[in-house]
């Protein structure tokens, strides 16, 4: 299974920026979908999830009602669009996918390369 994740760059506080990530290797509709990030000096958490059907999501308070996680089965494909974005939100951030819906990074079996976002003040 790979994961590529792309579309991370620098934009300012209030903007705007939506991350992808190209799952290949398996039945991508069977896994539950997640994004994490990890600030420098900070512990890897949590952000939003998915499952397969993308019929449910959870989001991590700090991001509820700015970030909406969607995935398109026939693209093998999630997505983070990300809006209102706080300097706070700056980290590298981390799609991964596995077989059940946690919040628990070690919950994952896979993870992608990670795609930076700088958000400045």
């Known amino acids: 299974v790979q994961l590529q994740a792309s579309g991370g760059g620098l934009v300012q506080a209030g903007g705007s920026v939506s991350l992808s990530c190209a799952a290949s290797g398996r039945t991508f509709s069977l896994y539950v979908m997640a994004w994490f990030r990890q600030a420098p000096g900070k512990e890897r958490e949590f952000v939003a999830r998915?499952?397969?059907?993308?019929?449910?999501?959870v989001y991590a308070d700090s991001v509820k009602g700015r970030f909406t996680i969607s995935r398109d089965n026939a693209k093998n494909t999630v997505y983070l669009q990300m809006n209102s974005l706080k300097p706070e939100d700056t980290a590298v951030y981390y799609c991964?996918?596995?077989?059940?819906?946690?919040?628990?990074?070690?919950?994952?079996?896979?993870w992608g390369q990670g795609t930076q976002v700088t958000v400045s003040s």
């Open positions: 991964a996918e596995g077989p059940t819906s946690s919040g628990r990074g070690n919950s994952y079996l896979y």
């Open positions: 998915i499952t397969g059907s993308g019929g449910s999501t």
